[in-house]
């Protein structure tokens, strides 16, 4: 009898075991405290390489150009997009539940009231004009489509699937299809699949493995990962080495930029900012503030790819783990741009979604021994979606909204967006003598720096969208002498902006951009010779041309 009592044991406990390996366990408070970390590694990368970003195309930045990090930085990121997407979609889970469907996803998405660029833009865009995902990401409606928008605003997909693959490659299908296809969704489907492994994996390598799983192989964006791994196992001590290797292949190959929305330096291309992701993850060997130094540096997106890798790293640590100068000035109050959420708000909701998900993909929630609540969570095999390529893409799906659902798009109407005054007459005077400066805006941080290979450049703002930034000073044109006032002026890589030159009239009228400036910098020269003989006053303005990326760069004002 004893001895059939102890095979009874034996294999009961055999069972258990077997059970056990089936499941991973995570406390509640621990997942919390993760998914909260990961929340803030995003505000922390992102904040930090703002400054930098599309100012190193295809070159990496120099080490003193690295921002410097202060405990204030933090509250950089409430107006970025990086995060606020992340929440649009985040709350239409709050509100609808897990199983809500792509067409209601993309109509609460049509009503979001915030600055949008590139795939983010052109699909919402599509929305409000009728057309329903999946088609509002598709190339033939979606010319950026492979950009990396759903890359920077996957995260809440991994940091609501705590070691559940499965569930952030289902949430990509219905999030990532609204502005994304091919290679633009499979990046955020990559970024969310390592934040779902985050929560029991420390092991950058092992993370970067987890997210390859959620992603067809055969994808370029695959491939471009795969060589970013093989590059560090064979020189892991040298990843300037590799971001020239990734470079040269992925930004200089037009077989990998197939699908790029600009075919120049400017390269806003998934794949590529991936591979800036992973650089700074790998190379970075746990070090927090070298993962993003190293992501920015790689240049590109440099404040999106390191918001994803310190997002995922942070979240392996844990908030409580975080080192405090990453949180001590925490603003826990201000709420991100056209969101329901605060800090604490944001946190709350994600708990909330969460535990949607570890039911709804077989898992439980369970109390201990001590009453402390436990997610029990099914062991999964990622189980990608088919290959789909942007430049060579399946057809179209046919989806448009019916007559109710457009019903319920009404984005809320803008008002001209505005910034906030900024005294710049200290730098004016420094810049150029004489020159006077009003109704300057603060955004995009104006003052005199190095831009586009100039040194000593007055950045400068328009103050809203239909009051400009003026530059002016009364002028004594001499008689008998030909006076030129000589113009140097610059533009943002993903922005332009109105010059206007006047005196008693209109002398210029030009928009400074992409167009009329093809390698950031123009020259202008104008005569002034019709004044001779008086005092005039001259004014240069910087006028918005919409309301992203407005600033002027000024090289030259120079009057002789």
Request: net charge negative; charged share 25%.
């Amino acid at each position: 009898m004893r001895r059939f009592v102890t095979i009874l044991l034996v294999v009961a406990s055999a069972v258990a075991s077997v059970h056990a390996a089936d499941v991973r366990r995570l406390p509640v408070k621990e997942y919390r405290d993760k998914m909260k970390a990961g929340w803030l590694g995003q505000m922390a990368g992102v904040a930090w390489g703002a400054p930098t970003e599309f100012k190193w195309k295809g070159t990496i930045i120099p080490a003193d150009k690295m921002p410097k990090w202060v405990p204030e930085t933090i509250n950089g990121s409430f107006q970025q997009d990086d995060l606020y997407v992340d929440m649009t979609f985040l709350r239409t889970l709050e509100v609808h539940g897990l199983d809500v469907s792509i067409r209601q996803a993309g109509i609460d998405f049509a009503n979001s009231g915030y600055r949008l660029w590139h795939a983010n833009k052109a699909g919402r865009d599509a929305l409000r004009q009728g057309i329903a995902p999946p088609d509002s990401g598709h190339p033939q409606f979606n010319k950026h489509a492979d950009d990396i928008d759903y890359q920077i605003e996957a995260d809440f997909a991994g940091l609501v699937s705590p070691g559940l693959p499965n569930t952030v490659i289902a949430l990509g299908e219905k999030f990532g299809r609204l502005m994304n296809y091919g290679d633009g969704l499979y990046g955020g489907q990559f970024v969310g699949g390592m934040y779902a492994e985050a929560f029991f994996e420390k092991d950058p390598v092992k993370l970067v493995e987890a997210g390859l799983r959620c992603i067809p192989q055969g994808s370029q964006y695959a491939e471009c990962v795969r060589d970013v791994l093989a590059r560090y196992r064979e020189k892991p001590e040298d990843w300037e080495a590799t971001w020239q290797r990734i470079n040269e292949k992925y930004h200089k190959n037009p077989a990998y930029r197939r699908a790029s929305c600009d075919k120049g330096d400017f390269n806003i291309d998934a794949k590529i900012n991936g591979a800036y992701i992973v650089l700074g993850m790998l190379y970075g060997k746990g070090d927090l503030d070298q993962s993003i130094v190293i992501s920015t540096r790689a240049g590109q997106d440099s404040d999106c790819n390191p918001s994803s890798a310190a997002g995922v790293l942070f979240t392996t640590l844990g908030f409580s783990r975080v080192p405090d100068r990453f949180k001590e000035k925490l603003d826990e109050q201000t709420y991100w741009s056209h969101t329901s959420y605060n800090f604490p708000k944001l946190i709350d909701a994600c708990e909330k979604v969460a535990r949607q998900a570890v039911v709804k993909s077989g898992g439980k929630i369970e109390k201990d021994g001590e009453g402390v609540e436990v997610f029990v969570l099914p062991i999964e095999k990622a189980v990608p979606g088919k290959l789909e390529q942007c430049w060579e893409p399946g057809p179209i799906a046919g989806s448009k909204f019916t007559a109710e659902e457009m019903a319920q798009i009404k984005p809320p109407q803008e008002a001209p967006r505005q910034s906030t005054r900024v005294d710049l007459s200290e730098a004016i005077a420094k810049f150029a003598p004489g020159w006077m400066a009003k109704d300057c805006g603060a955004d995009m941080s104006p003052g005199i720096r190095d831009e586009l290979g100039k040194k000593n450049v007055l950045v400068t703002h328009p103050l809203s969208e239909t009051m400009p930034c003026v530059l002016g000073r009364r002028v004594d044109i001499l008689p008998d002498k030909k006076t030129t006032l000589h113009l140097v002026v610059g533009h943002h890589p993903q922005g332009d902006w109105v010059l206007r030159v006047s005196a008693d009239r209109q002398l210029v009228h030009k928009v400074i951009g992409k167009e009329t400036a093809p390698d950031g910098w123009t020259s202008i020269d104008v005569d002034l010779s019709e004044y001779a003989g008086r005092i005039i006053t001259l004014q240069l303005t910087n006028e918005a041309n919409g309301w992203s990326y407005e600033a002027a760069y000024w090289a030259k004002i120079e009057i002789e």
